[in-house]
Every structure is written in structure tokens, then in C-alpha cells.
């Protein structure tokens, strides 16, 4: 029961539930705390702990991620079993810390040991930073903006700081059970709980009551087609939607919603379905409609999501995810975001770079693997850039050069930071999220990027295929945005902010401070099992 307590109060204080129900992640875990303690003192082995913690976690994953499994059955269940297994990492070191090194220090590295895979789960091939615990405000940014100076992991340790003072002044740390009436009486112990949930919010309050927003405006249209990825977007599905239609309903939408003052316009990831070869796409037809359409509209440029292809001359000039055919020797596919800053202006090319394990990055040696294998069709992953690229709009048109984030990239905060490190004065995000149907999932990552908001102190423009196309000012405020599973189209007079955050100059600190401490600690952990018996601290 306290391991489904703690998974529900985890899911619930959640997006997207009522931004107020975020405060329940001040004290989710403390009923996880609780059955560790119980279970240990009654004797319990580290098999029957990690089972239990186990049960804990893989609940907190399935109710909060369950709508992976839209998109894929397998990926679904991959994630929610697999991502509670990695979870329990951090947790059971804490638990053979605790036995180790005692409970003081083990309730200390608990949150240094989450918040140290949380780093990890962002940067590995196997990245799944979804349920990223500072994440859980995304709803409730007005409790967070303070991002600015420490990012999303400062969210992880404010819940892990609360609950473990909460736990603490209900049960006690204290080693064995007759210790809890060592405990201080009455209000006093409540002190340090409080604080720890009110100065934040205090901190928070005073911090968005004294922002204003900074920079000249330009006018931003975003676009949502509305094609249905199952059923209509690509050849071969049963109600397939020819591209040249697709292309001229993009078009179509975009008409009917600009101005003469719309700077720049949005199209979603993989707009321009077909595979596009970078070296001879201004050949391709549909690339001169869309030169044909810009030539119309003087002053106006475009990003659109599509899929290219880049071509190496030889083996060793290809990279490790390059792929091979006889007709065009070695070659990368990428997930990208194409940029026509006028209509003769040459084509600048990003390629995703955080790409989607299982579906667009597969570990080298599995690549290997499932290469000698015929599956019928291309294996491998897709290809990505060392460099976070700044679409720079021709400087006599405005002051706006954006940031372009493909879907899935908008989760990583010291990701994102680096676009504005390089100049970014707004963020687009094109996406496609309707491969998770009418479900959390599009709704968490429309939340999602309202915390990116903050930590640059950037407006937001985001254009979605299917999902929720919006503006997001530099408070994290969500000042327009459409419906779902709509053709439509949304106009805003984005604000152009030039200045840097802490978080922005210096980077992610709490994720690699908290791997040195950890492993610090595990290497006492280590030499204590070697120098002495292991204490009975309980």
C-alpha cells in the first residue's frame, strides 16, 4: 500500500493534472521512505527492498507514461519496464549507503545518487529524461521561476529536499525505533519541513512579480496541418494524403493567417515528408513551390521540418552512423529542420541531435548486430550534429535568430541553453506529437517547454503536426495556442530577448556536481564494506 501511495501521489502531482496538485511531489516520497525504513527494520533482505522499490517505481512510470505505448506496444512497455529498473540505480545505493555508512549519510546521498542518474539519463545513448523530476512543475512553473538560475535538476532537489525533512519530522532518521523519542516535540520539528517548501515559492513569486520581458517584437506564425501520422501522412497508409496535397495545405494555411508584418513562419517536423538529398535539393519540385510560395510573400522566412539525406565521398570521411548503397555510396538520414531565409536565399540545414532511443538512435554495437540481420528495410540510426545551429533572419529584416528544436529536444534544458549560448533570441519547436493519440503525452510535452521558457528567458513559438501548436512567452506562460486534431494556424508578436540567464552562461551545475559526490560516495560505500563489518544501523 505505501508503494502504491507513493507511485499515485507521484502521478497525480504530475502534468497534466491542476497546476496545485504539483505540491503533492513535495511529499510523494515520503511513503517510499517510510516502507524502506519499515522493511529494513523488520529484517527485510536488500532482494526484498529492491523488489518493493521496484513495485514503487515501474507503478510511477506506467501511470504517468502508459501513452508511449500509442505510438509503439513494445517501446511502450519497454519504457515504463525498463526505465523503473534504471530508477532503482540511485535508490538501492542509497539503500546500501544508509547500511554502510549510517542513516545520516545515507538520507544525504539519496537525493545526490537520483539526481546523478537524472544527469546520466540525459546524456547516454539509452536517454528517457521524461519523468526527470524537475519536470513535474511544468504545470506549476510559477513555483519554479527560479530555473533561471539552477535548471530543471534544482526542481529534483527542492522534492527530494522535502521529502526527506518531511519524512524525517513525521518518523524520524534516527537508526532504531526507541531513537524516535529523541526526536524534538511539537511545532519545532516542523521548522525545517516548511521552510524548505515556503522559501522557494516565496523565492519563485518575487522573481516572476519582478521579471519583464525583454526585447523587440516580431510576429511568428506557427502552423499545425493536422495529418494524421497513422492514416494519412505517409505512402502506403490507408488514407494516404499525396504530398503535393500536403504541401499545398501548408501552404494554403499559412496565406490565410499572414500579415505584412509576419516575419517568420513555422511548419511542423517532417512537413516535407520525402526524403530530401541536401546537395541537389533546390532541383527537387516541391522545394521551388516552396521558393515559388516565399516570392510571394517578400520579407517572409520559413523553417519546416523535413527528411534529408548528406552524402560522404568516401568510408573514412563517413560518420559512425552512416549507412551504404550502391547507387550512392555512403550517406546519413537525418531528422531536420530546413530554413529558406528568403526565397533565393541558400537552404541551412539542422540535423536532430537528441534523437529517440529504439526509434531514431540505435547503440553502435546493437547496430552492428541487427545489420547482419535482413529485416527487410534500412537499420541503423539516424544521423546528428556536434553543434546547436541559430537560423540568423537577413539582418536588415529583424533582429530574430531562432533556436530549432525537433521535438523530442525541447525535454534537456542544458541542451536547449547552448542554442541561446549561440545567439538564439527565440525558440521554435516543430514536432509531431500525434503518435500519442489524444493523451498525457502531448499535453506534458506542450508543458515540457514552458520550463525551457524560463531557464533562457525566451519566447517560445512551437509548431505541431498534431498535438498543440502555441506561443510561450519568457515567463513560461502559454499565451495562445490551438486545439487538438485541428487544421489551423496561430499568429503572435513574439518578444526577442538577447540577454543570458545564469543557467545559460554557466551551464548544468547541480547534474555533474552531484556525479562527482556520488561517486565519492560510493567508493567509501566500497571501502567500508571492505575495512569493517557491516553495522546493524537499524
Same mark, same amino acid.
Given at each position: 500500500?505505501?508503494?502504491?501511495?507513493?507511485?499515485?501521489?507521484?502521478?497525480?502531482?504530475?502534468?497534466?493534472?491542476?497546476?496545485?496538485?504539483?505540491?503533492?511531489? @513535495?511529499?510523494?516520497?515520503?511513503?517510499?521512505?517510510?516502507?524502506?525504513?519499515?522493511? !529494513?527494520?523488520?529484517?527485510?533482505?536488500?532482494?526484498?527492498?529492491?523488489?518493493?522499490?521496484?513495485?514503487?517505481?515501474?507503478?510511477?512510470?506506467?501511470?504517468?507514461?502508459?501513452?508511449?505505448?500509442?505510438?509503439?506496444?513494445?517501446?511502450?512497455?519497454?519504457?515504463?519496464?525498463?526505465?523503473?529498473?534504471?530508477?532503482?540505480l540511485?535508490?538501492?545505493?542509497?539503500?546500501?549507503?544508509?547500511?554502510?555508512?549510517?542513516?545520516?549519510?545515507?538520507?544525504?546521498?539519496?537525493?545526490?545518487?537520483?539526481?546523478?542518474?537524472?544527469?546520466?539519463?540525459?546524456?547516454?545513448d539509452?536517454?528517457?529524461?521524461?519523468?526527470?523530476?524537475?519536470n513535474?512543475?511544468?504545470?506549476?512553473?510559477?513555483?519554479?521561476?527560479?530555473?533561471?538560475?539552477?535548471?530543471?535538476?534544482?526542481?529534483?532537489?527542492?522534492?527530494?529536499?522535502?521529502?526527506?525533512?518531511?519524512?524525517?519530522?513525521?518518523?524520524?532518521?534516527?537508526?532504531?525505533?526507541?531513537?524516535?523519542?529523541?526526536?524534538?516535540?511539537g511545532?519545532?520539528?516542523?521548522?525545517a519541513?516548511?521552510?524548505?517548501?515556503a522559501?522557494?515559492? @516565496?523565492?519563485?513569486?518575487?522573481?516572476?512579480?519582478?521579471?519583464?520581458?525583454?526585447?523587440?517584437?516580431?510576429?511568428?506564425?506557427?502552423?499545425?496541418?493536422?495529418?494524421?501520422?497513422?492514416?494519412?501522412?505517409?505512402?502506403?497508409?490507408?488514407?494516404?494524403?499525396?504530398?503535393?496535397?500536403?504541401?499545398?495545405?501548408?501552404?494554403?494555411?499559412?496565406?490565410?493567417?499572414?500579415?505584412?508584418?509576419?516575419? @517568420?513562419?513555422?511548419?511542423?517536423?517532417?512537413?516535407?515528408?520525402?526524403?530530401?538529398?541536401?546537395?541537389?535539393?533546390?532541383?527537387?519540385?516541391?522545394?521551388?513551390?516552396?521558393?515559388?510560395?516565399?516570392?510571394?510573400?517578400?520579407?517572409?522566412?520559413?523553417?519546416?521540418?523535413?527528411?534529408?539525406?548528406?552524402?560522404?565521398?568516401?568510408?573514412?570521411?563517413?560518420?559512425?552512423t552512416?549507412?551504404?548503397?550502391?547507387?550512392?555510396?555512403?550517406?546519413?538520414?537525418?531528422?531536420?529542420?530546413?530554413?529558406?531565409?528568403?526565397?533565393?536565399?541558400?537552404?541551412?540545414?539542422?540535423?536532430?541531435?537528441?534523437?529517440?532511443?529504439?526509434?531514431?538512435?540505435?547503440?553502435?554495437?546493437?547496430?552492428?548486430?541487427?545489420?547482419?540481420?535482413?529485416?527487410?528495410?534500412?537499420?541503423?540510426?539516424?544521423?546528428?550534429?556536434?553543434?546547436?545551429?541559430?537560423?540568423?533572419?537577413?539582418?536588415?529584416?529583424?533582429?530574430?535568430?531562432?533556436?530549432?528544436?525537433?521535438?523530442?529536444?525541447?525535454?534537456y534544458?542544458?541542451?536547449?541553453?547552448?542554442? !541561446?549560448?549561440?545567439?538564439?533570441?527565440?525558440?521554435? %519547436?516543430?514536432?509531431?506529437?500525434?503518435?500519442?493519440?489524444?493523451?498525457?503525452?502531448?499535453?506534458?510535452?506542450?508543458?515540457?517547454?514552458?520550463?525551457?521558457?524560463?531557464?533562457?528567458?525566451?519566447? %517560445?513559438?512551437?509548431?505541431?503536426?498534431?498535438?498543440?501548436?502555441?506561443?510561450?512567452?519568457?515567463?513560461?506562460?502559454?499565451?495562445?495556442?490551438?486545439?487538438?486534431?485541428?487544421?489551423?494556424?496561430?499568429r503572435?508578436?513574439?518578444?526577442?530577448?538577447?540577454?543570458?540567464t545564469?543557467?545559460?552562461?554557466?551551464?548544468?551545475?547541480?547534474g555533474?556536481?552531484?556525479? !562527482?559526490?556520488?561517486?565519492?560516495?560510493?567508493?567509501?560505500?566500497?571501502v567500508?564494506?571492505?575495512?569493517?563489518?557491516?553495522?546493524?544501523?537499524?
Amino acid at each position: 500500500m505505501l508503494a502504491l501511495l507513493s507511485a499515485a501521489l507521484l502521478w497525480a502531482g504530475w502534468p497534466v493534472h491542476p497546476a496545485g496538485l504539483a505540491l503533492l511531489l @513535495l511529499v510523494a516520497f515520503v511513503p517510499y521512505l517510510r516502507m524502506e525504513q519499515l522493511l !529494513v527494520r523488520s529484517g527485510a533482505s536488500g532482494w526484498k527492498v529492491f523488489r518493493y522499490t521496484y513495485l514503487t517505481l515501474v507503478l510511477w512510470n506506467a501511470f504517468t507514461t502508459w501513452w508511449v505505448s500509442y505510438s509503439t506496444l513494445g517501446g511502450g512497455i519497454a519504457a515504463v519496464v525498463l526505465n523503473a529498473l534504471l530508477m532503482c540505480l540511485p535508490t538501492m545505493a542509497f539503500y546500501h549507503t544508509k547500511k554502510r555508512l549510517g542513516a545520516l549519510v545515507g538520507y544525504v546521498s539519496l537525493p545526490i545518487y537520483w539526481i546523478a542518474f537524472e544527469q546520466l539519463h540525459l546524456h547516454w545513448d539509452l536517454t528517457w529524461p521524461w519523468l526527470t523530476l524537475g519536470n513535474g512543475f511544468a504545470k506549476a512553473n510559477g513555483l519554479v521561476q527560479w530555473y533561471e538560475y539552477t535548471g530543471f535538476l534544482g526542481g529534483s532537489v527542492w522534492i527530494w529536499l522535502t521529502n526527506i525533512l518531511v519524512f524525517s519530522a513525521l518518523f524520524g532518521v534516527a537508526t532504531k525505533p526507541r531513537k524516535l523519542r529523541q526526536r524534538r516535540p511539537g511545532p519545532i520539528r516542523w521548522l525545517a519541513p516548511g521552510l524548505a517548501i515556503a522559501l522557494p515559492i @516565496l523565492a519563485s513569486y518575487l522573481i516572476g512579480k519582478a521579471y519583464q520581458e525583454k526585447g523587440p517584437k516580431a510576429e511568428v506564425l506557427v502552423i499545425q496541418p493536422n495529418v494524421d501520422p497513422y492514416q494519412e501522412k505517409f505512402e502506403g497508409t490507408s488514407n494516404f494524403v499525396p504530398y503535393e496535397e500536403q504541401l499545398n495545405r501548408l501552404i494554403r494555411l499559412t496565406e490565410q493567417q499572414l500579415t505584412p508584418q509576419t516575419k @517568420l513562419v513555422l511548419w511542423p517536423e517532417t512537413a516535407l515528408e520525402e526524403s530530401y538529398w541536401e546537395n541537389l535539393i533546390d532541383g527537387n519540385l516541391k522545394i521551388q513551390n516552396v521558393r515559388s510560395f516565399l516570392a510571394r510573400h517578400p520579407g517572409l522566412s520559413l523553417v519546416t521540418g523535413i527528411t534529408s539525406l548528406k552524402t560522404y565521398p568516401n568510408k573514412e570521411a563517413a560518420s559512425e552512423t552512416a549507412r551504404y548503397r550502391d547507387d550512392a555510396g555512403y550517406y546519413d538520414v537525418f531528422n531536420t529542420a530546413a530554413f529558406f531565409p528568403t526565397s533565393t536565399g541558400k537552404i541551412e540545414f539542422y540535423h536532430k541531435s537528441r534523437l529517440v532511443p529504439g526509434v531514431e538512435k540505435i547503440p553502435p554495437a546493437l547496430t552492428r548486430f541487427i545489420a547482419s540481420i535482413d529485416l527487410g528495410g534500412t537499420v541503423g540510426s539516424y544521423g546528428s550534429q556536434e553543434e546547436r545551429s541559430v537560423f540568423r533572419l537577413p539582418a536588415t529584416s529583424s533582429p530574430l535568430s531562432l533556436g530549432p528544436l525537433i521535438c523530442y529536444e525541447s525535454v534537456y534544458g542544458d541542451f536547449v541553453a547552448k542554442y !541561446v549560448q549561440n545567439g538564439a533570441t527565440l525558440l521554435g %519547436i516543430i514536432t509531431n506529437d500525434g503518435w500519442w493519440s489524444d493523451s498525457p503525452g502531448h499535453l506534458q510535452h506542450l508543458q515540457y517547454a514552458t520550463l525551457r521558457a524560463i531557464e533562457t528567458r525566451r519566447d %517560445i513559438a512551437r509548431s505541431a503536426n498534431t498535438g498543440i501548436s502555441a506561443f510561450i512567452n519568457q515567463k513560461g506562460e502559454i499565451m495562445t495556442q490551438t486545439g487538438w486534431w485541428l487544421q489551423t494556424a496561430r499568429r503572435y508578436p513574439v518578444q526577442l530577448n538577447s540577454e543570458l540567464t545564469f543557467y545559460v552562461r554557466h551551464g548544468e551545475l547541480i547534474g555533474p556536481a552531484t556525479q !562527482v559526490l556520488a561517486v565519492l560516495l560510493l567508493v567509501l560505500v566500497i571501502v567500508a564494506g571492505f575495512v569493517t563489518r557491516p553495522k546493524s544501523t537499524y
